[in-house]
């Protein structure tokens, strides 16, 4: 497959998973009165977009040839792609709106970028290599 279709699968992934994040943010924040704990709504966010992040790397973004992958094997780099991911992603968020005094919401926003731009990388390279 060709490196600027898989990116753009990617780009369709990241933004179907940033309108599910930004939806349970929202949700979480807004009507279920987690009003102003958006550490606990972007965690709960991140978390769920991964289950449906996980299988479309696996079977459309990064589909491979051999179909003996070991899956336990693949859930378990794609949880430390998501680790290392996240991580960056959530000290930037802290960084915006701690450091910054950003709004939080476009703070989650600005995160979605260096989230996406890391995990990308080390699937690719790791994960489904």
Request: proline share 1%.
């Amino acid at each position: 497959m060709k490196e600027s279709i898989r990116i753009f699968r990617f780009i369709i992934i990241g933004t179907m998973n940033a309108l599910i994040m930004a939806l349970v943010v929202w949700l979480m924040m807004e009507s279920l009165s987690f009003e102003g704990d958006y550490l606990v709504a972007n965690i709960t966010a991140y978390v769920i977009a991964q289950i449906h992040n996980f299988i479309w790397c696996k079977y459309w973004i990064f589909p491979t040839e051999k179909r003996k992958n070991n899956i336990w094997k693949q859930i378990l780099f794609f949880c430390s792609a998501f680790g290392i991911a996240y991580t960056a992603q959530f000290l930037f968020l802290i960084l915006l709106v701690e450091g910054l005094d950003v709004n939080e919401y476009l703070a989650q926003f600005l995160g979605l970028f260096i989230y996406g731009g890391v995990n990308f990388v080390v699937n690719k390279k790791i994960t489904f290599k």
